[in-house]
Each structure stands twice: as structure tokens, then as C-alpha cells.
């Protein structure tokens, strides 16, 4: 399928580079020849259906798993393929929240904050607490300290999980669905504070997700991946492709489905139960 | 109000055209039954090549999946002999749940692509599966001992506190269910032993026969056993369930190695803590021992402690007590590596438990006998 490319070429040298990445799971592939980039200040969307293989990418994006090939590059260095001490110096820029929060669960909140700066700063035991203490105030969590993961809510949850994330002022932050599973409230707080991070620490953000409010609400770039082609199909700033993109599975997704004849099915859905015993 | 159910009924017949006319009428339910695929290729071979099969529901009262089902496989069915289907006659909702049934094109390539190979392939291939678990075992356990050495280097990220609650949970509240085996263990070896000694009249050897027992093998190999049950298990459901909630991800995210911070202070805590269970074990055995003397075969206490201190040597000690050392370290790696290992849903992390008591339980006893060989070979 031929790519729908929005992006205007930009001169500068990019944040995160994506080479001729290809993921496989096993014998299954995923996603082959993904080629993308995202600049300094971007917040870049990684967009698809379930099952597209976008939580898999964020995992060689973090340098979690090794892809089957291709290169991922900050700021030209490359992660996989170059010595651990590269990656770790790479790995310390980077802050990352998980779909569940990934909070240590055998940790207060504050213990969780503290472990990346006890890792990295000299900073003493006191100093280290107030600077998670700080953090947790930044995402709106001041007076929590001393919880466990387990006693909060899930978008609680999610934003000890950044608290976390940006502990050591990170460059560039990446989020695995911070939306799913909140109420569409929660989930647009969650998203102005992702800009007010992004706009406070100038860090670029890479967030995974298909919620279309926060797509369309805060990215400025994207990528979306097809799981019926298992690549790339469609780049650049969601808004425009919403307008200019030819492409129907992207057409589709970014409009809920609405312009397509895919909606027929989905108001059948709703109108089976009723069916299914009514007059015919 | 009931209303009145009228059996499904499926008929059809060709037209002039050459086309097929597909009357369905009555209430198609679940109940009734799915219509086989004899009538549904019958039905798509009646239609003359070039023309379509047109569906009529005029006398449809009701349906449920049923009819769907039917449609959407006779579609199917249609579609790969080039027949063309009219469903303008359908009511609108039911076109609109076969569209949805039909939507999202079949992904049965997207499974694995390999079928069930040979019985001898497939032999070979479990073969170099356990191989590549073995490797990736060894790996851990090599992965361990630099772990180790960052903490001696002083560059460690394990955390005491840590340490101190894994050392409490498989330490002192493990001490009262070894203790009650091991009495048990003692008992009976008195037992089966005492019959047997009585014929010679040398019943009094019994405390030998326990203390050596006890002392060299029963006592670390039966606290092995049980903290391979208790413990084991319990760091693979837990070290699993961490991976299954991206905390294992979020700690080498941070840039902490999981070695250091979830299995240095687990494996430190168990190969520390079963010497000293052993040391309760030992005991607890010998008075399990010593009150079976006492009471069935009537030697008194005194007699019994002066045998026993006569017999276990400071050398059968220690080879005991190094023993439980290593069966701790056993345990540990092995319950964490299947943690680490576990696939990251629910099943896997029981899955993982179970894998880690059978295998410890196998890799210790397995040790046990090596060690035993060996001492015997060196004349221990």
C-alpha cells in the first residue's frame, strides 16, 4: 500500500530517528519497514488499530526489546547495536509510563519517584524526598506520598507513573496509552498536563494511543500503522491527515469510521438485541 | 403474553434467469439447530455460473445468530465458487450484522505459519527448546553472580531494605513448618531404623542413624524441599506478576538492572537463610529421633544426646550446612529465573510458579547426589 506522507522536511537534526524497522514476535512478524522520524519538541503520535504492534514498537523504542532489524537513533547515536554504556548514558534521558502505571507495587509512591534519582544523582536521602515529593506535586499528587500504588485509582495510577517518568527531567518521555481506562475527563487533564510537561521541561513526547480526542487534542506529528499491511501507511501531523489523507483504513480510524459505509455495522450492533427477537 | 414460535423454514428453487431464490421464513433460533453445509453447498451449486443467488425473508417472523451464521457462511461459501449474493431482500439490520461478521477480512496468515511438523522434527525441536532454556538458565545464573560482584564492588543497586523482608519472609516465619517436618522425618527414620537395629540388640544406634541422617543429608535437603514449596513458588508468582505489570520493564527503563534490585536481595536472603533452618531442622530431627527412642525402645535422654554427640562429627556438620547453602542459592535462582521468564499473562504466572518448585525441587536433589558422590569419592 503507498504511504500518505504529511510531514514537511525539516533541516534539523532529528530527536529520534526510526530506520528500516522491522519487529517480529517468534515466527510472527508484526511490523516491517518502519521509517519515521520525530524532531526536537514534537509530540509525536504512534496511531493504529488493536493489534497493530504500536506497544511492541515503543518496547525498541526504549530499548526494552532488540527488533528483528533496522535502527533506532537519538540524536544520531544509535541504541541497539552500540555498547551498553551508550545506551544506559541514552537510556537516563529518556523517561517512559506504562498502560498500568508499571508502579513498583512493593513501594510507596514516593520510594517510586526516589529510585531513578537515588540511581543517578548524589543527592542525600532527604534531598532525594523532596525532589519526588516535588515531582508527585507537579502531576497533581501532593499528599500521596506515602500510599501504595495499590490504594489509587487508576488515573492516580498513571500519573504517579509520570511523576516517575519525569524524575530526572527527561528529554524525551513516551507514553503506552496514558487514556485507556479513564473517563474522558480524567483523560483530557491527563493530556493538558502532558503539554504543560512537554511545554515546562521542552522535552519531545511520544505517546501510543487511539484515543481520537488526545490524537487530534496534542499531537503534532504521527505515524499509523496497518496491521492488514503490518507497516506504515500514513505520516505527518494527524489534524492534516484527517483532511488529506486518501488512505480509507486511515480515513476510517481517524474519523470513528462516520464517512465510511463501516458505520452501518457498527449502529447494528446496537440495534441487535432489539433484532434479534423483533418482528422481521 | 407468549408468542407463538413457528419452526424455521429454508426453501429454495431456480428461476427462469438461472438464478436461485432463497425463501426464508418462521423464527430462526439457536434452539432449532444450524443448517448443515450440505444444504448450503447445494444451494450455491444449484446456481447457473454467471448468475446470482437472490434472498427473499418476506415470511421471516424472527432470528438470532442463527440465521446470521447461516448467511454469513453461505457468503462465504459463495464468494470462493464466484457466485454473486443479492441480499437486497434481507431486512436491513441483518444485512448490516453480516456486513459486520464479513468486515474485518480473515487474518488465519497472520497465525504461524509453520503446521504441525513430523513427530521426529517436532522431538528435535522440544529438544533444542529445553537446550535454549538451559542456556538461557545459565545465563541467569551467570547474570547472578555478576550481580553479586557489582555488590561486593559497592556499585549495587539493591536496596537492605530489600534484603531485611526477604530475609524475614523466608527466614524466621518458616522456621515452625520445618521444624514439624523435620520432628516428623526424624521419627520415622527412628522408627524404620529401631526395627531393624532391634534384631542385632543395638538399638541404641538409632541415635547414629538419626544424627548422621539429619545432619548430613535429611535435615538441608528436607528445608530445601520446603522452601522450595513456600519460597520458590512464591518469588516466581511474584517476580512474575511484576513482568506482567510493566514493573520489570520500568525498572530497566530507569536503568536499573533487575538483578540487582529484584533477585540479589531474594537469592542473598534464601542462600543465608536456609543454613539456619537446616541448624532447626537438624535439631528438630534429632528430638523427633531421640522421643521415639525414649519412648518405644526405652533409652533415656542422657544416653541418647551421648550417643549422638559420639557420632555426627563437626565435618558432617559443615558438609551439611554448605549443603543448605547451596540449596538456597537453588531455590532463589531457580524461582526467580522462572519469574523473569514467565510469559506475561495470568496462566504464565502460574505456569511459572509450578515450573519453579518441580525444577528446584529436581536441580536440588539432583545437587544432593552429586555433592553426596563427591564427598564419599574425597572420603568426607
Known amino acids: 500500500m503507498a504511504l500518505c506522507d504529511v510531514t514537511e522536511p525539516s533541516s534539523l537534526p532529528p530527536h529520534l530517528e526510526v530506520r528500516n524497522l522491522t519487529s517480529m514476535h517468534g515466527d510472527v512478524l508484526i511490523q516491517h519497514d518502519l521509517n519515521f522520524t520525530v524532531q526536537h519538541g514534537d509530540i509525536f503520535i504512534v496511531m493504529g488499530p488493536s493489534g497493530s504492534g504500536k506497544s511492541t514498537l515503543l518496547r525498541h523504542l526504549v530499548g526494552l526489546d532488540r527488533p528483528a532489524s533496522g535502527t533506532v537513533r537519538y540524536e544520531g547515536t544509535c541504541i541497539w547495536g552500540c555498547g551498553e554504556v551508550e545506551r544506559e548514558q541514552i537510556m537516563r534521558r529518556i523517561g517512559v509510563t506504562y498502560q498500568s502505571g508499571g508502579l513498583w507495587s512493593s513501594m510507596t509512591l514516593v520510594e517510586n519517584v526516589s529510585v531513578p534519582l537515588q540511581r543517578y544523582t548524589r543527592l542525600n536521602s532527604h534531598e532525594v524526598r523532596e525532589l519526588a515529593s516535588l515531582k508527585l506535586a507537579m502531576v497533581g499528587l501532593a499528599g500521596f506520598e506515602d500510599h501504595y500504588p495499590s490504594e489509587l485509582s487508576g488515573g492516580m495510577q498513571k500519573r504517579a507513573g509520570l511523576a516517575r517518568a519525569i524524575a530526572l527531567d527527561p528529554d524525551l518521555l513516551f507514553f503506552d496509552e496514558p487514556s485507556a481506562g479513564l473517563d474522558p475527563v480524567t483523560s483530557r487533564r491527563l493530556d493538558d498536563l502532558i503539554l504543560a510537561l512537554r511545554d515546562n521541561l521542552g522535552a519531545t513526547v511520544v505517546i501510543v494511543t487511539h484515543e481520537l480526542a488526545s490524537i487530534f487534542a496534542i499531537g503534532n506529528n504521527s505515524v499509523f500503522l496497518d496491521p492488514e499491511s503490518r507497516t506504515q501507511i500514513a505520516l505527518g501531523d494527524p489534524k492534516i491527515l484527517l483532511r488529506e489523507c486518501p488512505i480509507p483504513t486511515v480515513h476510517a480510524f481517524l474519523t470513528r469510521g462516520s464517512d465510511s459505509n463501516l458505520l452501518a455495522p457498527t449502529r447494528a450492533v446496537a440495534a441487535a438485541p432489539r433484532a434479534a427477537f423483533g418482528q422481521a | ?380
Open chain 2, 1 to 380: 403474553m407468549t408468542e407463538q414460535i413457528a419452526p424455521k423454514q429454508l426453501s429454495w428453487d431456480r428461476t427462469v434467469s438461472g438464478d436461485v431464490a432463497v425463501h426464508l421464513s418462521g423464527h430462526w433460533l439457536v434452539e432449532q439447530g444450524l443448517v448443515d453445509d450440505a444444504t448450503v453447498a447445494e444451494i450455491v451449486d444449484a446456481v447457473t455460473p454467471g448468475r446470482a443467488i437472490v434472498l427473499d425473508a418476506a415470511g421471516l417472523l424472527g432470528w438470532d445468530s442463527s440465521l446470521i451464521e447461516f448467511l454469513t457462511r453461505g457468503v462465504k461459501v459463495a464468494r470462493a465458487r464466484n457466485v454473486a449474493i443479492d441480499r437486497s431482500g434481507t431486512p436491513s439490520d441483518l444485512a448490516r450484522l453480516i456486513t459486520l461478521a464479513l468486515a474485518v477480512p480473515d487474518q488465519s496468515d497472520r497465525r504461524r505459519l509453520v503446521g504441525t511438523p513430523p513427530p521426529l522434527a517436532r522431538l528435535g525441536g522440544r529438544l533444542l527448546k529445553n537446550v535454549d532454556i538451559g542456556l538461557a538458565m545459565l545465563g541467569f545464573f551467570g547474570d547472578s553472580v555478576l550481580a553479586l560482584g557489582r555488590l561486593l564492588g559497592g556499585s549495587s543497586a539493591m536496596r537492605g531494605t530489600d534484603f531485611l523482608e526477604a530475609l524475614t519472609e523466608c527466614g524466621p516465619r518458616a522456621v515452625p513448618i520445618v521444624c514439624l517436618i523435620s520432628v516428623l522425618v526424624g521419627l520415622i527414620m527412628a522408627f524404620i531404623g529401631a526395627v531393624q537395629l532391634m534384631k542385632f540388640g543395638a538399638q541404641v544406634y538409632v541415635a547414629n542413624l538419626v544424627g548422621i541422617a539429619m545432619v548430613r543429608e535429611m535435615g538441608a535437603l528436607m528445608a530445601a524441599i520446603i522452601m522450595a514449596g513456600r519460597t520458590g513458588a512464591a518469588y516466581a508468582a511474584n517476580l512474575g506478576t511484576m513482568q506482567l505489570n510493566d514493573e520489570v520493564a520500568a525498572l530497566r527503563t530507569t536503568g536499573v538492572d533487575p538483578m540487582d534490585f529484584l533477585v540479589l536481595p531474594r537469592l542473598l536472603a534464601l542462600a543465608l537463610a536456609l543454613p539456619l533452618l537446616t541448624i532447626f531442622a537438624n535439631l528438630a530431627g534429632m528430638l523427633g529421633g531421640a522421643a521415639l527412642a525414649s519412648i518405644d525402645l526405652g533409652i533415656d535422654w542422657p544416653l541418647y544426646v551421648n550417643q549422638t554427640k559420639h557420632a555426627v562429627t563437626v565435618t558432617d556438620l559443615c558438609l551439611g550446612l554448605v549443603k543448605a547453602c547451596l540449596f538456597g542459592s537453588i531455590v532463589a535462582i531457580t524461582g526467580c529465573w522462572c519469574g523473569m521468564a514467565a510469559e506475561r499473562h495470568a496462566a504464565g504466572v502460574g505456569r511459572a510458579a509450578t515450573s519453579a518448585v518441580v525444577l528446584s525441587i529436581v536441580l536440588v536433589i539432583a545437587a544432593d547426589a552429586v555433592i553426596t558422590v563427591m564427598s564419599s569419592v574425597v572420603g568426607i
